[in-house]
């Protein structure tokens, strides 16, 4: 990575073969990437956010951005007043600048569980898991008097 290059970790629509992928065309790939397990990821709708305070690892990938490529993807990403653009730890030891949401912001979202903004329920090619925790399972009795 040449010295005017940032790393930024990208873990939601950006990534390869997502909708706004194209923001990172003038990017160079480093790779797949993940974090260490202290981020949570959760579903905006539209696109993801990572969130610090969590305990899941996010998986993603990393580019080398030009600053100016960095900058208008700041003013796409409302940074910093919806996403704050800071520094991440990678499972690997190595820092990365990513789009952060504050907890607060992050209340009411939905957690993507995995980890892994690919394999979010909902999303296409995503593998369907069936949910049997307690309370899904009560509202399976509760309304369907047949089970």
Partial sequence: MTTSEIALFVYDNLMKGEDQHEWLSAA????????IS???LVDLGTSGA????GLVTV????????PAALAALDVHRGHPILHRRAA?????????????????QAAGCRRVREGDW???????????TRDNSPLVSWAKRRFDPSR
């Fill in 38 to 40: 202290r981020y949570a």
């Fill in 50 to 53: 990572l969130v610090e305070g």
């Fill in 59 to 66: 998986t993603g990938e990393l580019y080398a951005v030009a």
């Fill in 28 to 35: 160079r790939p480093l790779g797949e990437a993940s974090t």
């Fill in 118 to 128: 690919r394999k979010r329920r909902g999303a296409p090619g995503a593998a369907r």
């Fill in 88 to 104: 991440v730890r990678l499972a690997d030891g190595r820092e990365a600048q990513a789009y952060l949401l504050s907890m607060e």
